[in-house]
Structure formats: structure tokens, C-alpha cells
T-cell receptor, first 112, second 114 residues
Framework: GDSVTQMEGPVTLSEEAFLTINCTYT??????LFWYVQYPGEGLQLLLK?????DKGSNKGFEATYRKETTSFHLEKGSVQVSDSAVYFC???????????FGKGTRLSVIA | GAVVSQHPSWVICKSGTSVKIECRSL??????MFWYRQFPKQSLMLMAT?????????EQGVEKDKFLINHASLTLSTLTVTSAHPEDSSFYIC??????????FGDGTRLSIL
């Protein structure tokens, strides 16, 4: 079945450091790919998405590019802030009506 | 943007009590709603998928008599945890979607059973 693998956390970075959170997927078709963010005590918020190969999703300084050849959707940000501290989930949806399949999440802590 | 409201955000109750959690899509009609459970520091586990007007589809291992789901309208789904016990304590999150649009999530309900 479909699955998402993302790098284990926690990840601790200093403010203004570069962030990469790796995500790879396995799917039978051509899925849509997502990154969600969960702040402490809250639900999930959609951060960005990409629906086809070579698409780049971006939002709030975060970016991820849909790489079909490597089945990856790595999340990057050039300069993290303390307010970016959260848990980040990579997810895919294989067909329009199927529920999201989530990775295990990566906890990011940014220190001043 | 699409807003999903989940209520209550936090509930504490005695063992044996039944607890109802509501999930509403405030500014769109949700053809499909999903219920997830999240254990501390873990990912979201899909419990069930519900389509308006039809019975929910439960994931393997989820007791349908324990977790009653009703999706009575295009803007409301409820999850009732019946005769809750301490092992049911968890963070429950709903999400809603219309057609093939992305899922939008509620803020979650933290359930603590004493």
C-alpha cells in the first residue's frame, strides 16, 4: 500500500539556520503530496502541496519540490525562526477521494 | 480559507461516560469527513471515513460500536466515544474535504478519561 517515510526527529536548529526535512513516498499511482504543520496543542494546518511531478509548493518561506524520479518531497527553509518550532508531517493522497497517508512526523525545535 | 471547527477542544470525564465530539465545516460543504487519533509524539492514525448520508467506513482494528460516527449533514460529523475508559484517552482530530480538494483539519480534541 501507499506509505510515507520522513526523517526521524527531533531536529534542533539555531535561529536562521537552514532546514531540510526529508520525505520519500511509495505509491501505486501519481499522488498529490503535502506538508502539514502542527503547532503545540493544535490540529494540523496545510503548509504546502504539489500535485504533479516537478511542481514546487511554497508558503511562509518553506518550499518542497515533487521529484518523481526519486519519489521525494523534501521540505526546506533557508532561515528558520523560533516560531517555526512545530511538528511537520509529510503526506500523500493517491486518488482524489482517498484519505491522506501521513508520515510519522518530525519535531522541529528552533532555539534563539 | 476553509475552516473546520472542532468542539470541545478539551474534555475530562469519568470512566464509563460517553463523550461526543463535533466537527463542523464552517465555510464549505464537506462531502467527506475523516476522524484521526493521535497518541503523544506519534503520527495520526486514521480511524474512519464518513460520507454525508451514509455509514462510516472504519479502519481495521477500530471498534465501530465503541467509536460511533454520524455524518448527518454536509457540514457536521460527530464522533461519540461510548463507555470511555482510560485507554481511550488521546487526541482526536477531524478533517473535512469537498470533492478532491485538500483535507482541512480541526484543532483537535484532547480527551482525558479518569
Amino acid at each position: 500500500g501507499d506509505s510515507v517515510t520522513q526523517m526521524e526527529g527531533p531536529v534542533t536548529l539555531s535561529e536562521e539556520a537552514f532546514l531540510t526535512i526529508n520525505c520519500t513516498y511509495t505509491a501505486t499511482g501519481y499522488p498529490s503530496l503535502f506538508w502539514y504543520v502542527q503547532y503545540p496543542g493544535e490540529g494540523l494546518q496545510l503548509l504546502l502541496k504539489a500535485t504533479k511531478a516537478d511542481d514546487k509548493g511554497s508558503n511562509k518561506g518553506f518550499e518542497a519540490t515533487y521529484r518523481k524520479e526519486t519519489t521525494s518531497f523534501h521540505l526546506e527553509k533557508g532561515s528558520v525562526q523560533v516560531s517555526d518550532s512545530a511538528v511537520y508531517f509529510c503526506a500523500l493522497s493517491d486518488k482524489g477521494n482517498t484519505p491522506l497517508v501521513f508520515g510519522k512526523g518530525t519535531r522541529l525545535s528552533v532555539i534563539a | 480559507g476553509a475552516v473546520v471547527s472542532q468542539h470541545p477542544s478539551w474534555v475530562i470525564c469519568k470512566s464509563g461516560t460517553s463523550v461526543k465530539i463535533e466537527c463542523r465545516s464552517l465555510d464549505f460543504q464537506a462531502t467527506t469527513m475523516f476522524w484521526y487519533r493521535q497518541f503523544p509524539k506519534q503520527s495520526l492514525m486514521l480511524m474512519a471515513t464518513s460520507n454525508e448520508g451514509s455509514k462510516a467506513t472504519y479502519e481495521q482494528g477500530v471498534e465501530k460500536d465503541k467509536f460511533l460516527i454520524n455524518h448527518a449533514s454536509l457540514t457536521l460529523s460527530t464522533l461519540t466515544v461510548t463507555s470511555a475508559h482510560p485507554e481511550d484517552s488521546s487526541f482526536y482530530i477531524c478533517s473535512a474535504r469537498t470533492g478532491q480538494q485538500p483535507q482541512h483539519f480541526g484543532d483537535g480534541t484532547r480527551l482525558s478519561i479518569l
